[in-house]
């Protein structure tokens, strides 16, 4: 027993932490938690009587009321353009106010935006109230993965980042668990009570924003070092460490003072690191995840299920379990295999949904139906394990360091625009009225996990235990997946050939032992 006590010690989360750095990763995700809310309670109201009553048209064959495609396509899509403009808005605020000031800034437009959407008496008001909540949750979304990349640690930092998802599936468990208990009301409390609830989010990080530090990094690129020093002594547990920490900081700030424009992202190494973060956050929701956040109450009503919000209940708080297990594992496994792994059993479980249940659902079995429900709870379990935290956790380290702002919104504007996309054609390929796909929309999903596998065995490296210093002095020599792979294990890692900035051709690189053997050549030299 001594044994595991020792051994859960020795784990980087519980070694390197210090109580500011956990009170750091909780209150700064809290902003996470609406966003899992929102896109929660916009899915479960869809079915809900008292909302498609409300807000819904009469069908007299059936007998009932519901939410045309049309009016579902737009109150899902042009949310997701909010979230489009929040996470391109983020840089601009964050770089110049702060990652603190921005983080205030979110929350009071956060409570406006609930404000409306509580007080809505059409259709129309409620999607311009999730439209103006939209936009703080992109920027949110943006700046908080990047915010806990600057202050972690390197050695637990994929863990501390993937915090952002926990925070996000527990406003999404919360949402569904208040709908599961009011959606049997017939009056506007079934969903008003529901909106209204969010709103706790932003007041408790307007209460708690006051204890939380500026990142040590932005601090730097202001040059306000000694706050740095002061903030990075708090959030380590050796502040031998921190100073260290800080030469680096300034060292990699000096290299990459010039990098602030948009086209910078394309240049040089930054164009890798700018595709592998742009793809991973694009394709994760190309994967299913906006048709499971936005449909899946749908879906499950289209299958016949009994009891579906209690289903939907069961698959979020699967998603959070899962979560809380695994948050650890990004910084145990690595990103690289983790998401590899994902991608083979995402794709498997959609196809093997697909195929089971069929284009034409109505007519489906009791047992392919509850082997259609049984694939997608599968998928939910590796999907949280595996690229719930990856694509955050890619968001947040894989940018240069003066570029993460811009880079993190870019990345987080295409996955918008694909929820946007998706949300929008989601409706009319599975409605009978329209495209009729139904259960065979899986396969469409399920390809894309596919796609993703390929990419990340080909373009993604190994970056678990690199401090983000070491990850940009890699990728500035044009590092390969091995290399990467090596200089992670802290072996010696050899780059030759390649001619740097100031002139110079680096002939051997020890990443490992931190050397560097350089040869100075003349202007006019070729390599």
Known sequence: MSALIQKVRDMPLWRDMTAKSAYVAMVSCTGAAVYGYDVSWWSSVLGMPAFTKRFGEYNAAADSYSISAPLQSAGSAVPTAGLVFGSLLCFTISDRIGRRGAMLATSIMYLIAIIIEVTSNSYAQVVVGRFLNSIPQGMSASLLPAYQSECAPASCRGALVGLYTWV???????????????????DAGAYKIVMGVQGIYPLLILVFLYWLPESPRYLVMKGRDAEALSVLESLRVDKSTAARELEDIRASSQVHQDDSSWIDLVRGPNLRRTAITVFTAGVESWQGLSFIGNYLVVFFISLGTADTYYLVLLINSTLLITLTCFFWVPDYVGRRRLLLFGSVVMFSTFFIMAGVAGRDVSSISFTRQRVAVAMLFIWAIVYSSTWAN????TIGEMPQTRLRSKTSGLAYAVQSISGLVISLFSPYVQSDDYVNWGAYIGFFFGSFSFIAFWFVYFFYPEVKGLSIEKMD??????????QFSDAHRGES??????ISSEGSVDVERDVGAEKMVTVDVKAEAEV
């Open 390 to 393: 990856g694509t955050w956790v």
């Open 473 to 482: 002095e890699l990728f500035d020599q044009r590092a390969s997946i091995k």
């Open 493 to 498: 890692v050899t780059i030759a050939g390649v």
């Open 168 to 186: 996000l599936d527990t406003g999404a468990v919360t949402a569904v668990g208040i709908v599961y208990h009011t959606y049997q009301r017939t």
